[in-house]
Every structure is written in structure tokens, then in C-alpha cells.
């Protein structure tokens, strides 16, 4: 009998980190057990964005959230010092809801790493911090504050995998809603860095919750390029 993708994954991985990597994956089956109930906004996408920081690289994605369409995202990382990033998002989304007009998004994230995987503590943190705008029947505003945590596998040769997840609180603004222009929201990315080269790489990520105005669900995959010679 075939031996699943999870399992030869699984065997990949160092024994010690083993617990984590099956820690990691019941944390994002409760996740999409507590998201169950998500309904889609009219922009949605996920952050892509691991627990480390990077010196400069460009992420192409796409994203379904049901109603919400499709997204196409476009996001450029910077680094500013070994421990801190920052990031730019543009992207366009096309909502299959009724009467609803395509939406332009665009958006800004700090990240900070409070820490790096050690013997104690075999865990990544980037604390992230941003404001995203989107524009289409009524315009949207979404602060949110979070912390990406993971880990990073070595596999063979260049291989390398980070499973991670990504909660958020986010204060949410609706100009021109009906009832109440602001809510708190809370926002989970369930997701997976795959490294197949020193320059390439490609994630995939589950994402769910926000606010009763603004909660989304649905999935992402991108592909990623760190520029030759900037790697660390």
C-alpha cells in the first residue's frame, strides 16, 4: 500500500521535531474546527507569511474565499535589520457575490522576530503589526495584530519545510456599512512554507474567522522568490 504524503513528510523530519510537527497539525485541526462557521468579505487572502523574517523577497499568490472570488495578490518583503521586515501587498479580487464590484487592496506589515527556535523552545515568533485598505462597493480598513509561529524542517539536499500558523486580532472599519462601522475580529492562517530551492519556494495556506462584518474562510498558494545572493 502507498504511503501518504503526511506520513513520508513525517519520517522526513527529525525525531526530536516529529512532536511538533504533530503539534502543529492538531492546532490547525482545531482551527478549522473553530472557523467552521466563517462567512466571506468581500476581499479576502491570506498573509503567506512565515515565522521568520527575510532579507527581501516576492510573493506571487492566489486566493479563494468562496463569494468573496478569487484574489490575486502580489506582496514584496524588505528587510530593515536582522531581526525586523517590512512588507508591501497590492492585489485585485473579483467577488462572485451579486451586484458586487471588483476590489482593489493594497497594504502594509511590520514584522519583528521576539524569537528564534532554540533547544528549550523549538519555536519560531514574528510578531506582525499592519493596516490593509480595499476599495469596491464600500471601502474597508483591517488593523490587524498577530504572531506567526512555527517551525523549520531540513529535508534532503535544499528541501526544507515550515509548518506555521498565523492568529490575528484585527480591528475592522466599513465606510458607507449599514449598522456598526467597526468590529474586532480574530483571523487564523493555518499554513506550510515549502523550500525546493536556495531561491524558490512555494506555501500553501488555509485561512478563517474575522469579525460577523468581515469574517472570511478559504485557501491560498503562492509561489515565492528570494532574490540569488540575499538569502541568509
Sequence with gaps: MQRSDTARVADALPHAGRAWYLTLSVLAALVLLLARDAQAQAWAY????????????????????????????????????????????????????????????????????????????????????????????????????????????PLDGSLALTPYVHPRVSLDFCGGCKGDESQLGINFDVGANLELTRVLAVRGTAFFGGSDRFGNDGIGISLVWTPPGLRR
Design 46 to 153: 491570506p498573509s503567506f507569511q512565515p515565522p521568520a523574517t527575510t532579507t527581501r523577497e516576492f510573493n506571487f499568490g492566489i486566493a479563494d474565499a468562496g463569494s468573496a472570488g478569487t484574489a490575486i495578490v502580489l506582496q514584496w518583503r524588505e528587510g530593515y535589520s536582522p531581526r525586523s521586515q517590512f512588507s508591501l501587498d497590492v492585489g485585485f479580487s473579483d467577488p462572485d457575490a451579486r451586484g458586487a464590484d471588483n476590489v482593489l487592496f493594497v497594504g502594509g506589515q511590520y514584522g519583528y522576530q521576539i524569537a528564534k527556535a532554540s533547544a528549550d523552545v523549538p519555536l519560531d515568533f514574528l510578531l506582525t503589526a499592519g493596516a490593509g485598505l480595499a476599495f469596491g462597493n464600500k471601502t474597508t480598513l483591517r488593523v490587524p495584530l498577530g504572531v506567526s509561529i512555527g517551525h523549520r524542517f
